[in-house]
């Protein structure tokens, strides 16, 4: 009697591995484009009133673009749908605020009001690097101790008031920004790493369910120290 071959399937860690491994890529590739949209030209949109609508729309599907590729990473990560609703929820508010009060900075007289927006709430980096920080602690499922390592975009605020009192240019000063606000957005990730290691927790929770696996089957373990391995990018 013969046996049909029976098809190779992807371990349940491996298949979370590879989502969570997509979902922080897809992420940091959709923060990239809404940071270099809102950072861009897309401000023309406040301050030329004759802009023609064809480079409008442009500029719209651009950022709407980029903030559909976030969504869709945070969609990825094999959290349940609560917590992915809701990371993309923050996201997305993120990206609003930001729109927002760069409308406002640029077209209302706030005088020094208006100086103080720029490295604040209506920073980009500032305001995405927050943003995007705690939607991934939240869809990561972090202990509240986590969300301490927020604190930190106080340094790209101190940063970029810095950059513009010192009167450096525009180009320099975004490609700083940049690569500080991605040091930021890893030591947050860091941080809830930290966190839930203090507090003894494992892995987010997934959409596979314990009661699926087999029956005494053990947890894989590292061997650096003999701790159940979690899924996915550690941060």
């Known amino acids: 009697m013969s046996y049909a071959p029976r098809p190779q399937t992807s371990p349940p860690s491996?298949?979370?591995?590879?989502?969570w491994l997509l979902a922080l890529v897809t992420v940091s590739l959709g923060g990239y484009l809404v940071v270099q949209s809102l950072?861009?030209?897309?401000?023309?949109?406040?301050?030329?009133?004759?802009?023609?609508?064809?480079?409008?729309?442009?500029?719209v599907l651009q950022l709407l673009f980029a903030v559909a590729v976030t969504v869709l990473g945070f969609f990825f990560a094999p959290a349940t749908v609560a917590r992915r609703s809701i990371a993309a929820g923050i996201a997305v508010a993120a990206v609003l605020l930001v729109a927002l009060f760069q409308?406002?900075?640029?077209?209302?007289?706030?005088?020094?009001?208006?100086?103080?927006?720029?490295?604040?709430?209506?920073?980009v980096f500032v305001m995405m690097t927050l943003g995007l920080g705690l939607a991934w602690?939240?869809?990561?499922?972090?202990?509240?101790?986590?969300?301490?390592?927020?604190?930190?975009?106080?340094?790209?605020?101190?940063?970029?008031?810095?950059?513009?009192?010192?009167?450096?240019?525009?180009?320099?000063?975004?490609?700083?920004?940049?690569?500080?606000?991605?040091?930021?957005?890893?030591?947050?990730?860091?941080?809830?790493?930290?966190?839930?290691?203090?507090?003894?927790r494992g892995a987010a929770p997934s959409l596979y369910s314990a009661a699926a696996q087999p029956p005494h089957q053990q947890p894989p373990h590292t061997q650096q120290n003999d701790r159940p391995a979690e899924r996915g990018p550690v941060i």
């Not at 491996?14 to 989502?19: D, G, H, N, P």
């Not at 020094?112 to 209506?122: I, Y």
């Not at 930190?152 to 490609?175: C, F, N, R, Y």
């Open 14 to 19: 491996q298949t979370l591995a590879t989502r």
């Open 137 to 200: 602690l939240i869809v990561r499922s972090r202990p509240g101790l986590s969300f301490v390592s927020l604190a930190l975009v106080v340094v790209l605020s101190l940063a970029h008031w810095g950059l513009l009192m010192g009167g450096i240019e525009s180009a320099t000063t975004q490609i700083m920004m940049l690569i500080l606000s991605a040091v930021v957005v890893a030591a947050i990730g860091w941080g809830g790493v930290l966190a839930s290691r203090m507090s003894g």
């Open 103 to 123: 409308a406002v900075r640029l077209t209302a007289r706030l005088g020094r009001g208006g100086f103080l927006l720029s490295f604040t709430v209506a920073d």
């Open 39 to 59: 950072s861009g030209q897309f401000i023309q949109l406040f301050l030329n009133a004759r802009l023609d609508a064809s480079v409008g729309a442009l500029l």
